[in-house]
């Protein structure tokens, strides 16, 4: 029993292989999270768990810079980052610290408020006291790894799948956010990407003198958990609940301030009843009563008062220890954004996507039709490869197994892009084609080998001319990973996908095919 596995171990790992490909590809466990309709397009979704890339689904690649100005080699004399950040914005009219950072790995500053020159950024560098190196246009290394991070949250909540985020620069040295998403149309991530998606809490009250004043309380740091959408239990209106953080390093925190001011603005006095409501006026800002307003991007989009027992919880002093809330809105699809906003966070500068060629679509037809077309020419690769084996050799025990072997590499491949979600695109493709001819060439480099001595009339003949062959393999294999290394890791696109599976494919047909096949060729060939 033993003998025939020690044998034949190779074709029977062939065999394991081949079928973690098949659970890879068509096994439930191994689909898509979303479904149809939650921002997966129907052509990512069919009879196997492959996802497709923009290519191949149609969608949206927008190329974008993030808008800012940025001084280099500054000296910042010993002082805190917060400090440097401070003093410069004071030097800069209507800027925040919030469009002021400093960043000390890099001896950086930089201004990320769109409507700061680069002329104002300079005056305000000259009078803040810091010595700095140059101004040039663009965000730090810091800034867009954080960009980065907010837009993959963006596209994940948004259950956008196959979506992909990169950070490419361009021959003059300026950087690009570089964003792709199938299945979506172009005005629907221009939508996403374009707001810088804050969100906050303020409270409006009246005065004495029959005026409204508006106040922030709350925002997005200030919140430990955020959770989905959901709609009201009663009415037509939504929610997303959400906890304030109780916590701080120093002074007071968010929820023992949003408690204090809450009740400092005479909420518990005002709701007693479930009856009671908030009666701000949104045209013309003003109110009779305190409110809390749903402020996102600077638009108040909802107001609303305070269920009683909650105001009676912050009066006691109690609600702080949880910090439980929700934020109230009348749509579900407002809910679905603010969600969406507060868990991926805003962005830390403006992508600027007003400019021509910041954006390509490729609508869902274009992309079925590269599909079909990279389908016939996989299948015009395959009768090619297999119509001059067959001219070569004229022997089906030797042509039949390298195809069906140079074939089951592809497969193999297309079990992995499915197991880790690689969204196929054209230049994938362009990879799984180079792997049959490199897979084929070196097949046919052990045929050759194995059958240019006449018949093979014993095993160890058979395997002292497959080990030559198998060293001319290995070599070309390495020579193939050299080649195709630095397309894998530099950022270059589409040449990544295609140097990833081109490398995977010679590495399962050093490892796996060609040692399957030499096993397949000595039970064949070998006369005793």
């Known amino acids: ?164 985020v990169q950070q490419v620069q361009s021959i003059t040295g300026e950087y690009f956010m570089l964003v792709e998403v199938p299945g979506e149309g172009r005005q629907s991530v221009i939508d996403l990407l374009e707001e810088r998606g804050t969100v906050q809490i303020d409270i409006a009250y009246p005065t004495g003198d029959g005026t409204a004043v508006q106040e922030e309380v709350l925002i997005q740091e200030d919140f430990a958990e955020i959770g989905t959408a959901a709609q009201a239990e009663r009415g037509s209106g939504a929610y997303v609940p959400v906890t304030v953080r109780n916590t701080a390093e120093t002074g007071q925190s968010p929820a023992h301030g949003f408690q204090d001011a809450v009740v400092e603005r005479g909420f518990p006095e005002t709701y007693t009843t479930q009856g009671d409501r908030c009666t701000y006026d949104p045209e013309t800002g003003e109110t009779e009563t305190p409110c809390l307003l749903l402020v996102v991007d600077g638009e108040v989009v909802n107001s609303f008062g305070m269920d009683p027992d909650l105001a009676n919880s912050m009066a006691t002093g109690s609600w702080a220890d949880s910090g439980n809330f929700r934020l109230t809105t009348g749509e579900f699809a407002e809910a679905q954004t603010i969600s969406l906003n507060l868990r991926a966070g805003a962005l830390p500068a403006e992508l600027d996507v007003s400019g021509e060629g910041t954006s390509s679509s490729i609508s869902a037809t274009q992309g079925e039709n590269f599909r079909t077309y990279s389908l016939v020419t996989g299948v015009f690769a395959v009768f090619a490869v297999a119509g001059m084996v067959f001219l070569r050799y004229r022997e089906p025990r030797v042509a039949l197994p390298m195809i069906v072997t140079a074939l089951s590499e592809v497969y193999v491949l297309l079990g992995f892009a499915a197991l880790v979600g690689y969204p196929l695109e054209l230049a994938v493709i362009a990879g799984f084609i180079a792997v049959v001819g490199t897979g084929v060439d070196d097949l046919v480099i052990i045929a050759d080998e194995v059958m240019s001595e006449g018949e093979v009339n014993s095993r160890k003949v058979f395997n002292s001319r497959f080990r030559r062959a198998f060293w001319v393999i290995g070599a070309a294999a390495a020579t193939t990973i050299l080649a195709m290394s630095p397309l894998m890791v530099l950022s270059l696109g589409d040449l990544s996908g295609f140097a990833i599976f081109t490398i995977l494919g010679v590495l399962v047909g050093v490892f796996v095919t060609r040692p399957a096949y030499g096993d397949i060729l000595r039970r064949l060939l070998t006369v005793r």
């Open 1 to 164: 029993m033993l003998e025939p596995i020690k044998n034949n171990w190779r074709i029977l790992l062939l065999v394991a292989v081949v079928f973690g490909a098949s659970v890879a590809l068509f096994a439930p466990q191994f689909s898509p999270d979303t479904a149809p309709g939650e921002g997966v397009s129907e052509a990512q979704q069919g009879v196997t768990n492959l996802q497709y890339g923009l290519d191949l689904a149609g969608g949206t690649r927008v190329r974008a810079p993030l808008e800012g100005h940025t001084a280099t080699d500054v000296a910042f004399d010993g002082d805190t980052p917060d400090a440097v950040a401070r003093a410069v914005a004071a030097e800069i009219d209507d800027v925040s610290t919030r469009d002021v950072g400093a960043v000390p790995d890099e001896q950086a500053v930089e201004v990320t408020d769109p409507s700061v020159t680069e002329a104002q950024f300079r005056e305000a560098m000259d009078a803040s006291g810091y010595e700095y190196g140059s101004i040039r246009a663009g965000v730090t290394q810091e800034t867009r790894n954080v960009a980065q991070s907010v837009i993959e949250g963006k596209i994940n909540e948004a259950g956008l799948s196959g979506g992909s």
